[in-house]
């Protein structure tokens, strides 16, 4: 004999479902956030180290001065810490921090020469590092009521003459005449972030991006709701059987195991359920807003199949 309240409470489930169900089927799709490791811009090995060289050269013309040394080493060590927080996540070694001893002052408008050969050999070989990244110059320029820190930064890398990587970060403090004190706190700040945006450019970085789950429909819908419980393997299922007709929701279907299999870092199954979508678009007539999305899925997914390779040696996945 079947309990009628046990009987009752799975209608009230049933029922609950459905109107669930019901809700997210209204919505057409929704835009699901993923990490993408995007390659840096410089290719380094990263598992080699790397040192800040403060090659101590300062504009004569700055509109700031940092007397006291043991401040400026404080400001330094901030600059490193933006350059450690991309690296921590690698699980690398922090980078160290040297210093050259002797105060240069260059006039505004000149720029230091690059480091010597026998000046990066020293360096390298005393300290057994790989790359050295010189902070060639410091700057600070009044701009309204505000000043502007710039750094000329260089990135050498042991054996070779030439820098593998010059540009020049700047970032703005704003002044407060009534707290000065407070001053040392948005400067440490902006070495920080100084130090954080040159990461970008010599090691990967993860990225958010957004991507459709199409979910309008009872099978789309269900499957999304898989997708949000990390039941992956029952959302294939359900989406692969909606792919095997010939409709418009069979196009989501593939749209969506296009997104399932990135997710997962299969990059080419991925590809083949896009490349599936598109060829049923032939047959279906689809409005232009889906077809663009489809395309420039499919240039974002040739992308990120090409930057695979500079990543595996970017952050030698093979070795």
Not at 39 to 45: F, N
């Amino acid at each position: 004999m079947v309990n009628l309240s046990v009987l009752k409470s799975a209608k009230l489930v049933f029922a609950a479902g459905m109107i669930i169900l019901g809700e997210i089927s209204c919505t057409a799709y929704r835009n699901f956030q993923i990490e993408v490791l995007e390659p840096a811009l410089v290719s380094i090995d990263v598992s080699k180290r790397i040192a800040l060289y403060d090659r101590n050269i300062r504009n004569a013309e700055s509109a700031l001065r940092i007397e006291k040394e043991d401040t400026e080493y404080l400001l330094l060590r901030e600059f490193v810490n933006g350059l450690d927080s991309h690296r921590t996540i690698l699980e690398k070694d922090t980078v160290i921090l040297l210093k050259n001893n002797q105060l240069i002052y260059f006039k505004d408008g000149k720029s230091p020469q690059y480091l010597s050969c026998d000046t990066l050999d020293f360096l390298c070989r005393k300290y057994k590092i790989d790359y050295l990244l010189s902070l060639e110059m410091i700057s600070y320029k009044m701009c309204g009521d505000d000043i502007n820190c710039y750094w000329k930064l260089c990135l050498y890398q042991q054996g070779i003459n030439d820098p593998i990587d010059s540009v020049i970060i700047n970032k703005s403090l704003l002044v407060n005449t009534e707290m000065p004190d407070a001053m040392f706190d948005d400067l440490a700040t902006a070495y920080w972030e100084g130090g954080y945006v040159y990461a970008h450019r010599i090691i990967p970085t993860w990225e958010k991006t957004a991507r459709r789950v199409y979910r309008q429909g009872r099978v789309l819908a269900l499957g999304s709701i898989y997708m949000e419980t990390e039941q992956v393997e029952k959302a294939a299922e359900i989406w692969i059987r909606a792919a095997e007709m010939q409709n418009k929701k069979s196009i989501k279907a593939n749209l969506n195991l296009a997104y399932l299999y990135e997710s997962t870092g299969d990059y080419r199954q991925a590809q083949h359920y896009l490349e599936r979508a598109q060829e049923l678009t032939q047959i279906i007539n689809v409005n232009h807003k889906l077809m663009d999305y489809i395309h420039r899925y499919m240039r974002i997914l040739d992308d990120r199949i090409r930057k695979e390779f500079i990543l595996k040696k970017q952050i030698n996945i093979d070795s």
